[in-house]
């Protein structure tokens, strides 16, 4: 489920699930655990004072639990009305010191950005914002320049194999248990669709290219079902807490690493071409 967006074309198919999004996904129990999931890997690498930007940042979860750890934050989404939420969020949590908003499409080509500022300590995208993307490579490009040297990246994105997806639509014979592997459908998002891009791990690891060195490939949703099921774990607490345990013991592991209806890849930006193997 992608948190923001990065086309101007579905701008609205955002603006409209804005309202719901929090109750739809982050506010779940699996969502909830799922985001913090992700935190939690990402932990190490947060200092007080450093400066971070949010790709897609949908409602702004990732940029306020970033600004409550003192971190100074922007908040870039494609959605008006995705960020007027962020906003309001910080505004009651009197965190908007610490926060800004910008409206970025991450497929607008480099002469027609808004000024971004400086590079980064970190960039996140969380929860899909980089499926929104037609051209992986020049998103790549414009990391290395958001990213200062030294910095990290985070990237959550939806891979061409969900093992829970497939499994759960071919148990039903419906054609969408395949609909992942060419790498291009379309995703619901709220009342309506997009179409995204499913990214092979070797596109994500190629368009970051030499200036990053991979840290960790993880399995977000590996044993956690995809966010059109959550309702089932919300009526089965226990079987919640099964599949809960099993993703935060293995989700670091090859292959299940590969296998979830997200993946998130840690890099970290080089000073130099680095020459070594990305992790399995």
């Avoid at 699930?17 to 506010?27: G, L, M, Q, T, V």
Wanted: with cysteine; glycine share 8%.
């Amino acid at each position: 489920m992608a948190d923001g967006l990065s086309t101007r074309a579905t701008a609205a198919v955002f603006d409209e699930a804005a309202a719901s999004y929090d109750s739809d996904f982050s506010d779940t129990t699996a969502g909830l655990w799922l985001r913090e999931s992700v935190w939690s890997r990402l932990t190490p690498f947060i200092k007080p004072g450093m400066h971070v930007l949010d790709l897609g940042c949908g409602t702004g979860e990732d940029a306020l639990w970033l600004a409550k750890n003192a971190c100074r934050v922007t908040a870039a989404d494609g959605s008006p009305a995705m960020l007027e939420r962020v906003a309001a969020k910080a505004a009651r949590l009197k965190l908007d010191q610490r926060l800004r908003t910008l409206r970025l499409d991450l497929n607008a080509p480099a002469d027609a950005e808004p000024p971004i500022g400086h590079p980064f300590d970190l960039v996140i995208s969380n929860f899909g914002a980089i499926n929104c993307v037609e051209d992986l490579g020049a998103l790549g490009g414009k990391l290395v320049r958001w990213v200062k040297p030294g910095g990290v990246l985070a990237l959550v994105f939806m891979g061409r194999f969900c093992a829970w997806e497939s499994a759960y639509y071919s148990a039903r014979f419906d054609a969408r248990a395949a609909r992942r592997w060419s790498g291009r459908a379309r995703a619901s998002v709220g009342s309506q669709s997009v179409h995204v891009r499913y990214w092979a791990m070797r596109e994500a690891l190629s368009a970051l290219g030499p200036s990053f060195r991979p840290l960790a490939v993880l399995g977000v949703g590996t044993f956690l079902p995809p966010s059109y099921l959550f309702h089932w774990l919300e009526r089965h607490p226990r079987s919640f807490r099964a599949l809960a345990q099993c993703e935060r013991s293995t989700s670091h592991l090859w292959p299940l690493s590969r296998m979830g209806d997200h993946t998130l890849v840690i890099a970290r930006r080089l000073d130099t071409i680095s020459t070594g193997r990305s992790p399995r």
